[in-house]
């Protein structure tokens, strides 16, 4: 029979004396749709498991998916300000700049390409792995911090691009200018409705495009802002990928560029419609919300977008991961927990001890603590412990095997036996043999404990981490380094015979491998000669088909969504735009109160009659061959309706020669029309004509 131990306990609860399931010992809190979500990180370890086969661990991309996303951002960071020799910040000259670069493939279109791709791969490692914490669990308790900040970095590195794709101004950029305007005008923050300055070419605003290269060049200090944020819980992050991994990743992205330079698309022309054009999809996907939603739509899908990505860490989760705690009396701050510690948990304060001399001991923040338990496994005077799994306990646990000559097995409760059914006596059917203890992570697991077990009977000791991508990111590697002697507090050789340890680190996709290596174990009949290794067999010709397959297929997705059709939903015909920006006519208005009867009051006690001066709306009624097919009214702005009518409407005209006329109306005559304009037009396919109304009711038409 099979115990659980629920490790989510209050504080001061005291669980029985039984090895807990492994469900019980995982340092990760129960999450909703955890069915789901395990599906998810079993695929995404199985796809990191086949690149690892051929890449050595610090050329994997999939095992360092954070470092490989800021080192791309560093490239974009450096090209982008390269690129500045040559690019010219203006709406009149920036295409013309972009275009001139093609002229120097080997430099100037190089680092433009360099750029482009460099930036879509970070956004591409970023969403790997946000997918990839998701999968993993990685999002509650103390994890939050992180989240939030990851998912503040994907929203800055994506407006980043999106400005960037702005500044060429081209097709592209005219989508993305439209599709902003949309967006931003729901919003009372312009005196005219943004949308209006890209209605012709003649009224774009040189001043807007600055503004938009001015935000394209600081955002990234936000993202150096948070990234900090998103790390600094994080002990001995690392930030970039090693230099070798760096080389590699320019040298693929060198090649990439030269093969597949950066496309540009034909000039923007704001009287043209683009209805076929090829998009970055990585960076560009919005563009197919903005050109068939409203504004207010996609305020509403941004706003619920935001806040269930932003509310992960308390939608699934169901509880908090039990801390660890510090018993003061015996803790002598020698600080390795502290150095230890994945997630900066621990801190060394002041204490007082029974006999009054003042001291230092280390302090548990259970708001960072994550639960892993490697504090546990640093710590040489047991001073640490965890509610679920008391160190002790387990130390009196492996004491029993005198005279048993079976082994002992710590097993991750991430690692490959993460479903194995473990007894309260230890026993599992998957491991015969072995007493099992689940541990949150091996590097919980303290030497001593592996040398008691041993001296106290035990016929050896079976180690068995996570994979790759660990749960408890430095557990394993610790663990390794324990044994090795290289890490305090080392595995004591010279008092237990170190061929009697077995360390392995099998990802939980391949349960099968544990239990070979464990029952290799038994026999002492372990084909690979190295205790510790995490590789797997394979001719070279098999790692060099599968590292280069990787490579393409990774690059080819890149270079695919970064360049792929888009057909614009904009309509095939022609479009009639009348833009108004006029003053209505000044009326007289009394209010409410003036309407009261004081007839019967003396004159000089009658109180005043307020007058309220108001403008009327301005009417817009637009007539193609003699049919009215529109009719709008536009209202004064102002705080005090006082101010300019200001708006736009449009008709859908099939190509061809027709009679349009437009007639305003600001008075307080209905049937006034006091200026017109009226004339023959012939109108082409995916194009627009546009005729703006001036403050002083001139009428202006603009056409290719």
Known sequence: MSTHIDPFITAGQEPQLKIPTIGSARSAPPVRGE?????????????????????????????????????????????????????????????????????????????????????????????????????????????????????????????????????????????????????????????????????????????????????????????????????????????????????????????????????????????????????????????????????????????????????????????????????????????????DCPFNAIDLIPSESNRGENREVALVNADKCVGCGICVGSCDSSSITQFTLPVMDVRRFVSTLEGDTRHVAFICAESAGERFAISEDGSCGELPGYKVVPVPCVGWVHMLTVERALRRGAAGVLIAGCGIDPACRLGAEYTEMRLNGTREPWLRTDHVD????????????????????????????????????????GSVARKVAVAVFSVVVLLGFTVFLSDSPYSNLEREGSTFIVSLKHVGEVVASTSAESNVDDSNVLPHMRRERPVERIRVPVQIRISVDDTIRALDSFKPGGLFNDGLSIGMTQVALSPGRHEVSVEMNGSADPTNWHASWKQSLVFYPKQSKVLVIDEDGRFHLYQQ
């Open 498 to 537: 170190p061929s009697k340890v077995h360390f392995s680190r099998i990802d939980k996709t391949n349960p099968d491998a544990l239990i070979r290596e464990a029952a290799g174990f038994l026999g002492r009949d372990l084909t690979s000669k190295n205790r510790f290794s995490l590789k797997q067999k």
């Open 35 to 339: 069915a789901l979500l395990r599906m998810a990180d079993r695929v995404w370890i199985r796809l990191s498991g086949a690149v690892s086969r051929a890449f050595p661990d610090e050329f994997n991309p999939f095992a360092q998916l954070g470092a490989v996303a800021n080192t791309m951002f560093m490239v974009a960071l450096v090209t982008g300000i390269l690129l500045l020799f040559w690019y010219s910040p203006s709406v009149v000259s920036a295409y013309d700049s972009v275009a001139g670069m093609s002229s120097s493939p080997f430099l100037a279109e190089l680092i433009r390409s360099l750029h482009r791709y460099s930036s879509d791969v970070c956004l591409l490692f970023i969403v790997l792995h946000a997918f990839q914490m998701l999968g993993a669990r990685k999002f509650g308790g103390s994890r939050w911090v992180a989240w939030i900040s990851g998912m503040v970095l994907l929203g800055l590195v994506w407006m980043d691009g999106w400005t960037g794709y702005w500044l060429v101004w081209d097709e592209r950029a005219r989508q993305i200018a439209l599709g902003t305007a949309r967006f931003l005008d729901v919003l009372p923050i312009f005196p005219d409705p943004l949308l209006r300055s890209f209605l012709t070419n003649e009224g774009l605003n040189s001043l807007l495009f600055f503004i938009i290269f001015f935000i394209h060049m600081l955002i990234p200090i936000g993202m150096a802002l948070f990234l900090w944020i998103h790390i600094m819980r994080t002990n001995a992050a690392k930030f970039f990928t090693s230099v070798k991994m760096s080389a590699a990743l320019f040298v693929v992205l060198v090649i990439t560029s030269l093969l597949f330079p950066a496309t540009i698309a034909a000039k923007a022309d704001m009287m043209s419609i683009p209805t076929n054009m090829n998009v970055d999809w990585l960076f560009m996907m919005p563009i197919w919300f903005t050109d068939r939603l409203s504004g207010g739509i996609l305020w509403v899908i941004l706003f619920f977008t935001t806040i269930g990505l932003w509310g992960i860490p308390w939608w699934l989760t169901r509880g908090r991961p039990v801390s660890a705690s510090v018993n003061p009396d015996s803790c002598n701050g020698c600080t390795q927990c502290i150095q």
